[in-house]
């Protein structure tokens, strides 16, 4: 990967590649490479358990802050998505591994796969031009674990004040609360699955937690990738 | 523990996620240079402490991390309302007994504490002490 590629000057706000490829000399760890040392996640597959806990580490974090109009403007020609139309809406792109969730009246997280993230951020600012908003690559700062199983819900009832229920947290809503006295994000992006976006230190102490809180159900800890 | 209405997020959540940040509706001098030793440490350093109605400013630190107001009674712990920042309360010392009439609304219509409902109300009734 070249430095042109990897560093960016768009208007005057530079912005750099955080996925500095494979020639660069540098080994990515994902948060949960400490819980791994440890043992407490195994590689994707194997056993059927009632829940599974999946890592998606390294994925494009970025925070859009702004003017709704503008910014749902640049997002929707950029990503083919809208901004949430509603407080703690959360919209996914038809493939579903692109989204756009409400954080609060002036903030978007968008999450998008691995390595889009930079080329994404420099698009959007050569659109938005002399708008007034800011664009934060916050990925290396939050990670991403996934929830799915018959009995996830009855472990998040366990560990977050919020309403998980069906009417609580129906499909297309993400909300910022509370998960074992620290901060999360719980996302619902489909029927059968959460999504808990947690603080990059945190991710060893959620794991922890869950493998704790599902070990009466059954609970595997997966990593899609080291 | 709180139920509060959150006016961005507009939905009740835990009083967890909440935290106060005093009092509400401080106005900071035009002139800082200008005003007298006294008024500026009146502005700085000395706040209300009514019993009753007061207006304090909390942010929503888990959810949307936006800071709005509350008007609560100080004695008997009820929330009667939420506004965002900026705009003004409906309910002040001045109007308390509107309150009482028009029993415990937020901005959104519904109910703010269970403490406030209707079947609840005569444990807000205040007692001869």
Known sequence: ?226 | MFHIFCPYCQEYREEEEFHPSGQAHLVRPADPASVSDEEWGDYLFFRDNPRGIHHEMWVHRLGCRKFFNITRDTATYEILETYRMGEQPSITAANAEVRREQGVQTADGGWQTVGAQPENSRLNEETPS
Request: with cysteine; glycine share 10%.
């Open chain 1, 1 to 226: 990967m070249s430095e042109a590629r990897s560093e960016a000057s768009v208007g005057n706000a530079a912005t750099f590649d955080t996925h500095p490829g494979a020639d660069a000399g540098v080994t990515p760890e994902s948060p949960l490479q400490w819980s791994r040392v440890q043992g407490r996640v195994t590689e994707e597959g194997g056993a059927a358990e009632q829940i599974r806990v999946v890592e998606r580490p390294f994925l494009g974090h970025l925070v859009l802050r702004g003017g709704a109009i503008t910014l749902d403007e640049a997002v929707r020609a950029e990503l083919g998505v809208s901004l949430p139309g509603k407080p703690l809406g959360l919209v996914l792109d038809a493939e579903g591994s692109r989204s756009v969730q409400w954080v609060s009246p002036d903030e978007w997280l968008v999450i998008v796969p691995a390595g889009e993230e930079f080329e994404l951020e420099n698009r959007l600012r050569a659109r938005l031009g002399d708008a007034h908003f800011a664009i934060v690559n916050v990925g290396g700062g939050q990670t991403l674990l996934e929830l799915s199983g018959e009995k996830a819900r009855e472990l998040l009832m366990k560990s977050v004040t919020y309403d998980v229920h069906e009417h609580g947290l129906p499909v297309g809503k993400a909300v910022g609360t509370v998960f074992a006295k620290t901060s999360v994000v719980l996302r619902r992006p489909s029927e059968e699955r959460f999504e808990l976006v947690v603080r990059r230190s945190f991710a060893d102490y959620c794991v922890r937690w869950l493998r704790d809180a599902g070990r009466e159900y059954g609970l595997r800890v997966e990593s899609a990738s080291p």
